[in-house]
């Protein structure tokens, strides 16, 4: 039995993960930030399918929260499943900005990073030593990091910073038998970004012109991705980056 935490489950591509991971055999640890609510609602679905899941508040951000975060992980797999460690790390919380550089304020970079860049490497780095040996970390990127649009250079930036980061994660904890990897989604219809890709027509239909496939994205186009990563046919895979975007801007 495998145990996974992802960040930002409550919701959009981090909850339709959860709910792959759980149909596949994976208890899941899922982090909210301020919609417990909707956490609760998942963490229920999971259990229906049989599976364990827990809810804990978690600002992806807040770097300095991270020790106490760690701190409730150890209480929740010794009370939840009688254990020490977890398996699978998803870092997957984040946040929007729809800026051109020209209009990028210093504090939005900011916040950007921390989410985005900051939050995943110091999360993981205070995860790491619940990580059972042979684990797996999932960072998610952004199709962005490799094609550009207007307004997305500092969120895209983040996402480039990732995937040279997630290089670095598998390289240095090999030791151990960790692999890391990096999903890179296309344009999904979600609430992100205040819904644009779900609910404007005019950036749907470029936006799917422009894909091999003829379509955008939804979530249970990446979920899949990510849970099939995880399992044990791709465990030799490490170190890369898997773009799930239907073939945008090819």
Request: without cysteine.
């Amino acid at each position: 039995m495998k145990i996974a935490i992802i960040t930002g489950g409550s919701r959009g591509l981090g909850k339709n993960t959860a709910l792959k991971l759980a149909q596949k055999g994976t208890d899941v640890i899922l982090t909210y930030h301020s919609k417990k609510a909707e956490a609760d609602q998942v963490v229920a679905e999971i259990e229906r399918q049989g599976r364990k899941a827990v809810a804990l508040p978690l600002d992806a951000g807040a770097v300095e929260s991270f020790e106490a975060f760690a701190v409730a992980v150890r209480q929740v797999l010794k009370e939840k499943w009688n254990r020490t460690d977890f398996d699978f790390l998803i870092n997957n919380a984040g946040t929007a900005l729809e800026a051109s550089i020209m209009e990028t304020t210093a504090e939005d970079f900011d916040k950007l990073v921390n989410v985005h860049l900051k939050g995943p490497f110091f999360l993981t780095q205070k995860l790491l030593p619940l990580m059972k040996d042979g684990g797996r970390i999932v960072n998610i990127s952004s199709g962005l990091a490799r094609f550009a649009l207007p307004g997305k250079a500092a969120y895209a930036s983040m996402k480039g910073a990732i995937e040279v980061l997630t290089r670095y994660m598998a390289k240095e904890f090999g030791a151990r038998g960790i692999a890391a990897n990096v999903v890179a989604p296309g344009a999904i219809e979600t609430d992100f970004g205040g819904g644009v890709v779900r609910d404007n027509p005019e950036v749907n239909k470029f936006i799917a012109s422009q894909t091999a496939l003829g379509r955008v994205g939804i979530p249970d186009d990446i979920g899949g991705v990510i849970a099939s990563l995880l399992s044990e046919d791709n465990a030799w895979i490490n170190a890369q980056r898997i773009e799930a975007s239907g073939g945008m801007f090819l």
